[in-house]
Structures are given as C-alpha cells and as structure tokens.
C-alpha cells in the first residue's frame, strides 16, 4: 500500500510539471479573434465582454455570443476610437490591436486624462511647474520666450507638434507632476504649457500659459 501511495504521489508530481512546462512552452492563445455580422460563440463573447469594458465603445454591454448590429457599431466605434479604417468586422488589424491591448493590461481607455491645480514656483534662473492628472501619466512641459504654437493631431493617439523647448520632462507615469524648468534667464517673461500622457497613449494638453523669472 504504501509502494502504491507513492507511485501515485510521483505520478501526480510529475504530471503537475508536465503540465506547467507545457504551458510555458506553449505559445499565449489570442484573446480575440476574428469575427464578424452573424457570428456566434465563445470567441464572440470574448470580443463583447473586452467592448464592454468602456461604455463609450459599447453602450448596451451586451455580452450573448452573437455578433448582431450592436456589436458591429461596438467595433466601428473601437475602429474610430483607434484610427483603424470602420469596416464593422475584427479583421487581422483590429484583431491585433485588441489583443495588444489586452496584453498591456492598461484596459480600453480612451479618455484622455484631466490635469488640475497648475502651479509655478520661480526663482532667477528656474521654474518649477507642478500639477495633477486625474490617471497615472507622463508630464511633459514646453516653454519658450515667444508664443508657443500647437497643432492639432490629424488622428487618433497622434502626438500634436509643440512649438518650443521641451524641458527634462518626467519618464514615469504619476498622479502628481513636477518638472523644472533649468537656465532660464533673469527677469523675463516665459510662455508655457503642460502636456499629460497615460499609458494607453492618450494626451491631454493645457492652454497656454506665462511665468516670469525674479530679478
């Protein structure tokens, strides 16, 4: 019996690592595939419940495993969202993309962040500008002695071109932001404005606005 007991013990042991060596070895299954109008099953189920994590993309949050119209406008919404021609079907591209960002981890966000409570500390030859973001972001600030010009995006998660000079800006993403400002001269007016940046790639930009250094 207890010959017995241990073959056993050892033929569980050793199917516990076969097991978890198989699935180290074997390659990560797509979350999502690719699906389209009168599609049904798990794999449709699975792209509804990823929509429905936003409600912006997909306001009924429906999750029955048919791909109807609701799920179509779903997905041309997510296409929209993410810059990929609106075809209303998870082709190659769309499949990709949301696979990417189900292995990020970051969700389907889309929102860019808010920044609040700007300040500005000064002393002859640096400025500190410090804010709040309403997610975890990147803070970016642009200065110069001119007018800082910023161009619109022409797509989605494009990054706008900002006129001026780019500080030493922060490289990981934060609630609170602090970037100073280093060899400005004395006594001059500067222009600035901040830029926040989540992790799903979405930016924010303030307005412009001025500091000037102490004498």
Same mark, same amino acid.
């Given at each position: 019996m207890k010959n017995i007991t241990r073959i056993s013990f050892l033929s569980s042991a050793a199917l516990f690592t076969f097991l978890f060596v198989s699935s180290v070895i074997a390659p990560k299954a797509l979350a999502v595939g690719q699906s389209s109008m009168g599609s049904n099953g798990s794999n449709v189920s699975a792209l509804q419940q990823f929509l429905a994590t936003n409600s912006m993309i997909y306001p009924a949050g429906i999750v029955s495993g048919y791909y109807g119209p609701l799920t179509? !406008?779903?997905?041309?919404?997510?296409?929209?969202a993410y810059g990929i021609p609106q075809v209303g079907?998870?082709?190659p591209v769309t499949q990709a993309k949301i696979n990417d960002i189900i292995s990020s981890g970051f969700g389907l966000d889309i929102t860019a962040p808010t920044m609040i409570n700007a300040s500005v500390q000064t002393t002859r030859t640096t400025a500190t500008i410090s804010w709040q973001t309403s997610?975890? !972001?990147?803070g970016q600030v642009y200065?110069?002695?001119a007018p800082i010009r910023s161009d619109e995006t022409t797509g989605p998660f494009q990054v706008a071109f900002v006129s001026g000079v780019s500080a030493t800006n922060n490289t990981d993403v934060r609630n609170t932001q602090t970037v100073t400002i280093q060899g400005l001269q004395p006594n001059t007016l500067y222009y600035y404005l901040t830029r926040a940046i989540d992790n799903s790639g979405n930016i924010s930009i303030s307005p412009q606005n001025t500091f000037v250094t102490q004498p």
């Open positions: 179509q !406008a779903a997905v041309v919404q997510f296409q929209a079907q998870v082709g997610t975890l !972001a990147r200065y110069d002695t």
